[in-house]
């Protein structure tokens, strides 16, 4: 782990040329930076006007220095900020007359956010919440983010930690005396807690069971036979809407994803090699590739557009073999099938509840969003405030659930002890939300994921 006795600083802003940018500085040497460089420690939490000097006493800018003594602090060491111009060369110099400070260097990604976690000024998930509100693309992932800044889910998981415990610490005093019968009492308050507590994280788990989509955005896939006209449909969309990410082109065959913002949902749009009807089977390696992967990444979508050319006959019967060569059968995905090319339709009716799009015409795309929005708000059926906003709490909020159910199988009276473990381990999983415990193998992980100065 990083030495935390060392002093840190980065810019704090995003660097080049602007109003103003920031340098942060954070442990037991900021108070002899601010001394070095601007003369002085200034009063606690007040902005003092003062020329910011390197160690010949040359002046590289004149700007605001402010103090926070440890731990009232962002990361609850002692820490200081150098309000400067936003010049890039003003930035080199002073992060230069910092770094030739004893003891003082150059922060890692993501190290003040890290250091106000150790020092108890941020859980866990609260950390990961801000990662969120930065990386942002949307404005559903920016208020999911927020609300979890704001009011984190470790504030609920924390309580039925503490709950655990406490019932844990009756079990023991029991257990203490082993020989005895436990008194019916406390039997009885014990299976009645675990109860509630199973319940509470049950209802929400329930309420909550498609929390991450909003922050890891919804999944769709698009599938068709070779040509059904895919990928310009695919093009027609991103050019509307906005792109989040340009359209990352793999190898031949490999699978295309635009990642796009519609209706403020941040919406992985995947284009895939072509499924051709099963008697005329893919020709070569590098195809039956392709079409394991459309087929991979279609069974695992949220949404499967599924494109039929205009003009084919029965296309709900080609519908039908195209669901079955990818080998969809049950939900999820949910199919949203779609007539192709409708500027070449012929006298055809389209099925019921099908849309059709003209990619090369630019029509139909509105009713075709329009429809994938009503789809989205079911998909979704939570709304931004969702608690669970993560993959990972909802792996450990689910390994809490297993073991509370278990807790529950257990005769308390005959193997208590067996009990009490499934209880440590409830906990434990609970206690890994919030970083309270055992966490060591995923800091990295989260806090990489930040930039230098963060
Ligand atoms: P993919 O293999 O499914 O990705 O299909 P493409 O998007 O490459 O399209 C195959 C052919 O159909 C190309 O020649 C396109 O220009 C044409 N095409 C695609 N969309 C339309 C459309 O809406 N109308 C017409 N008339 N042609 C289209």
Redesign the pocket.
């Known amino acids: 782990m990083l030495g935390q006795d060392e002093t840190i600083f980065a810019l704090g802003t995003a660097g080049g040329r602007g109003g103003i940018q920031v340098i942060r500085i954070s442990g037991a040497g900021a108070g002899g930076a601010l001394r070095a460089l601007a003369g002085g420690i200034p009063p606690p939490r007040m902005l003092r006007f003062t020329a910011i000097r390197d160690g010949d006493g040359a002046l590289l800018d004149r700007g605001m220095a402010v103090w926070f003594p440890h731990p009232a602090s962002p990361t609850g060491e002692d820490y200081a900020e150098l309000h400067l111009h936003g010049a890039p060369q003003i930035a080199r110099l002073v992060l230069g007359a910092l770094g030739a400070l004893e003891g003082l260097r150059l922060a890692e990604a993501g190290e003040f956010t890290r250091r106000a976690f150790l020092n108890g000024k941020m859980s866990l998930d609260q950390a990961e919440a801000l990662a969120d509100v930065i990386d942002a693309d949307t404005i559903t992932q920016h208020r999911q983010a927020m609300a979890r800044l704001d009011a984190p889910l470790s504030q609920i998981t924390e309580t039925w930690r503490a709950q655990l415990i406490n019932m844990m610490a009756q079990l023991e005093a029991v257990l203490d005396f082993a020989d005895e019968e436990i008194p019916q009492n406390i039997l009885d308050t014990l299976n009645r807690e675990l109860k509630e507590i199973t319940k509470e994280i049950n209802d929400l788990i329930k309420e909550n069971k498609r929390g991450p989509i909003i922050r890891d955005g919804i999944n769709i896939v698009l599938l068709?036979?070779?040509?059904?006209?895919?990928?310009?449909?695919l093009n027609a969309l991103a050019g509307r809407e906005e792109a989040i990410v340009s359209a990352e082109a793999g190898t031949t065959r490999d699978i295309i994803n635009v990642s796009l913002d519609i209706q403020g949902y941040a919406v992985h749009i995947k284009?895939t090699a072509?499924l051709r009807p099963t008697q005329s089977a893919p020709k070569n390696a590098i195809e039956q590739e392709g079409v394991r992967r459309a087929t991979k990444a279609a069974q695992q979508a949220d949404i499967v557009v599924a494109?039929i050319e205009a003009n084919t006959p029965n296309p709900k019967t080609a519908l039908n073999e195209l669901l079955k060569q990818a080998e969809i059968t049950k939900k999820p995905p949910i199919i949203m099938p779609v007539i192709?090319?409708?500027?070449?339709q012929k006298n055809q009716t389209t099925p019921k509840n099908w849309t059709k799009?003209?990619?090369?015409?630019n029509t139909g795309l509105e009713k075709w969003q329009q429809k994938l929005s009503e789809i989205m708000e079911t998909l979704i059926e939570t709304n931004e405030s969702a608690l669970i906003s993560r993959q990972r709490h909802q792996n450990l909020l689910k390994e809490c659930q297993t073991r509370l159910t278990q807790a529950q199988k257990i005769n308390l009276n005959k193997n208590p002890e067996l009990t009490a473990e499934e209880l440590r381990t409830a906990a434990a999983a609970l206690g890994r939300i919030s970083g309270r415990i055992d966490v060591e193998d995923v800091l990295d992980a989260i806090f990489k994921s930040f930039c230098i100065g963060k």
Not at 224 to 233: D, E, I, L, Q, V
Not at 340 to 344: E, P, V
Not at 357 to 361: C, D, G, R, V, Y
Request: hydrophobic share 30%.
């Open positions: 068709g036979k070779p040509n059904a006209g895919k990928s310009t449909f284009d072509g494109l192709s090319k409708a500027d070449l799009i003209s990619a090369k015409n």
